[in-house]
């Protein structure tokens, strides 16, 4: 168990970090085309992005503009039906919707979280592989105390590439999810699963 929660530990310590790379720069990206072209541009502008914005914005105003930004870059609903798996099916249409947009806050809450700390991060890309609607883009990323394998996995949608998984040295954002909700849900149902993000968000009814 001890082992699990180092996982996840781990897992929302780097990834998130690297989330935050995505919807800094969102405004820049939207007319690049490629997968590869679309995340580089958001490195590129990372760093001068995260400088304008500094502290002048409240936690609850990163959050938002995090959210806003969600969107253009995830694709989060077929996150949310992929991490759920066959019990989404069996969900009413306001308890999808419920399940996605406290998904979408978390994810923003992590992505806000870590804005300011991993600005100094460099990224190299390694490799692009594109087979119909999916892509794979891996870099290097360097940061200054470690250098870390960053592969995104994208599919192709009507507005274009949108970030499916990020899998930073072995650990996946989507396994990760998987693991917990299905988790959750096995034991304590869709009541338990909102239950717990709620908690995790720290929002009440």
């Known amino acids: 168990m001890r082992s699990s929660n180092k996982l996840v530990i781990f897992f929302q310590t780097f990834i998130t970090a690297l989330l935050t790379l995505l919807f800094i720069a969102s405004s820049h990206a939207s007319d690049v ?3 590869a072209d679309k995340i580089i541009n958001i490195l590129d502008t990372v760093i001068e992005s995260a400088d304008s914005r500094g502290g002048k914005q409240s ?4 959050v938002t503009t995090a959210m806003e930004s969600l969107e253009e870059n995830f694709a989060i609903t077929e996150i949310a039906v992929h991490v759920f798996g066959p019990p989404w099916h069996d969900l009413s249409r306001t308890e999808k919707n419920d399940f996605i947009h406290y998904l979408k806050i978390r994810i923003s809450q992590l992505i806000s979280e870590k804005t300011m700390e991993f600005k100094e991060g460099r990224a190299q890309l390694v490799q692009e592989k594109i087979k119909g609607k999916r892509a794979v883009v891996k870099l290097e990323v360097s940061l200054p105390q470690k250098s870390s394998s960053v592969v995104y996995n994208l599919i192709q949608s009507p507005s274009g590439w949108k970030i499916f998984d990020i899998n930073l040295d072995g650990v996946s954002l989507l396994r990760n999810y998987i693991y917990q909700i299905r988790s959750i849900y096995t034991r304590s149902g869709y009541t338990g699963v909102m239950e ?3 908690k995790k968000i720290n929002i009440d009814d």
């Open 59 to 62: 936690a609850l105003d990163n």
């Open 33 to 35: 085309q490629g997968p």
């Open 196 to 198: 717990e993000m709620k």
